[in-house]
């Protein structure tokens, strides 16, 4: 039984929806609501295969096709760090991710979703704290010293909406007028002018994380894609492109620079082709098992994602958002068990697919909830709240806990657990040191922020 979200995620659900359509800003639905990040971009479409899955990308109104597979060709093969953002909408409940099973206080307020005490697995970091059962892929993750834990994780004054939460945690920042998103603004000073695929949206639209001022990203539509040639196909069009890439490899060596430099285009394009084709329509050879049945287009978009960056395709900064409706204000014993679950072994089976192609060293990912639920239960759910969670994983992550669990006595003044770490610090980590960058060019204020120990 899934539960039944609140009005406020839906119309924020259909206002993020119609502006990544409509490529164009939208009036507010609420009065002070934030515009997402990237209203009013650009965005043009380029159909690169044969069955109509498209390429959207953002921010670059005069790249053509041709600078796109020579920008995409000439990124490809580096081992550069990637970093994979993934979104739990609707503020997931992290008192039950990870609970006080033996509070007094926790069985008071949550008299029917209390887990029982001896539920999951202890929490290595402190023994208050067991995981939910259904958490037992993130449980194993951190016992390996692969996933550091925040879990109670947020900001000053918290804002229960989530269309302004969320959009906080997209920008980096909590200015509503703020119109890029924190990792677009990471691509501008790590990215390039004709590398649309360094910044990857996974689920067809514009994440407004990825947005930027300067240098295109993109948004695929579908896990497969590939080049394609107009009104060509079958045997024809693989003799074509044959040629294509005999053309260039015999003008590479022409004394004519003007020869030299169409080889070289005709060589990239055709490097670029020989890249996706991988993801051409033919279903993708994992290394390892992907959770199946419903939901199971998030594993093999991890899965798509897994395969793209082992063929050498330039993706730095890639977002997905998973399933499940973490919005959890009534029915959330019957929902949230199924819900984590999917999307714990999910994320476990993207780590061990990495690990298994050899990139593992190579990409860090972070898991992350507009804020957390309230510690009190009403009827059958919980309300918005604060103190949410958050989670990074990588082999090369310091798998130790984020902050601390504050504890229910002391709740904030409206009565929600405290935030012990705020999101702009983890961001400044992972800015400065799995990129490199100076992460006061990134985020608003970051030399206020205490940046913990991410990479290890």
Not at 159 to 188: C, K
Not at 348 to 374: H, I, M, P, Y
Not at 427 to 451: H, K, M, T
Request: hydrophobic share 40%.
């Amino acid at each position: 039984m899934s539960c039944n979200h609140c009005e406020e995620l839906t119309r924020a659900r259909l206002m993020r929806r119609a502006v990544a359509q409509a490529g164009n800003g939208l009036p507010s639905i609420e009065p002070g609501m934030p515009a997402p990040a990237g209203t009013g971009l650009s965005r043009r479409s380029f159909l690169l295969r044969s069955s109509a899955a498209m390429l959207s990308v953002y921010g670059a109104s005069r790249l053509r096709l041709g600078d796109l597979e020579a920008g995409v060709a000439q990124a490809a093969g580096a081992n550069d760090p990637v970093l994979v953002s993934i979104f739990l909408e609707g503020g997931i409940d992290s008192l039950s991710v990870l609970a006080p099973t033996t509070d007094p206080t926790y069985r008071a307020l949550r008299p029917s979703l209390a887990l029982d005490p001896d539920a999951g697995t202890a929490f290595t970091e402190d023994p208050r704290l067991r995981w939910h059962p259904a958490a037992a892929s993130f449980d194993a993750l951190h016992r390996a010293g692969k996933m550091a834990v925040a879990p109670a994780i947020g900001y000053s004054s918290p804002d229960q909406s989530h269309f302004t939460s969320r959009h906080y945690w997209e920008v980096g920042g909590l200015s509503p007028r703020e119109i890029t998103g924190w990792m677009g603004r990471l691509l501008e000073r790590i990215g390039t002018a004709d590398n649309p695929l360094q910044g990857l949206s996974l689920d067809g639209s514009l994440s407004p994380a990825l947005a930027t001022s300067s240098v295109p990203v993109a948004a695929v539509d579908g896990i497969s894609y590939d080049l394609w040639a107009r009104g060509v196909w079958g045997t024809p069009e693989e003799l074509m492109f044959g040629a294509v890439a005999d053309l260039g490899a015999g003008g590479a060596r022409s004394k004519d620079p003007g020869l030299r430099s169409a080889a070289g285009a005709a060589t990239q394009a055709m490097q670029l082709r020989t890249q996706l084709e991988p993801f051409s329509g033919e279903e993708i050879n994992a290394p390892v098992a992907y959770p199946e049945g419903e939901g199971s287009w998030f594993g093999e978009n991890l899965s798509a994602l897994a395969a793209m960056l082992a063929a050498g395709l330039p993706i730095r900064c890639a977002a997905i958002q998973a399933p499940g409706g973490f919005d959890t204000h009534d029915n959330q014993a019957e929902s949230f068990a199924s819900d984590l679950k999917l999307a714990a072994d999910s994320i476990a089976a993207f780590q061990a697919d990495l690990e298994a192609r050899g990139l593992a060293n190579r990409v860090v990912t972070l898991v992350w909830s507009e804020f957390g639920r309230r510690p009190e239960e009403n009827d059958s759910g919980t309300d918005h709240g604060a103190g949410g969670a958050a989670y990074v994983i990588g082999s090369r992550v310091n798998g130790r806990m984020v902050g601390e669990f504050p504890g229910l006595d002391q709740l904030d003044p409206d009565d929600n657990l405290r935030a012990t770490s705020d999101f702009r610090g983890l961001y400044c980590s992972l800015i400065e040191q799995w990129f490199n960058v100076d992460a006061g060019a990134v985020i608003p204020d970051a030399a206020s922020f205490a940046r913990p120990t991410l990479i290890g």
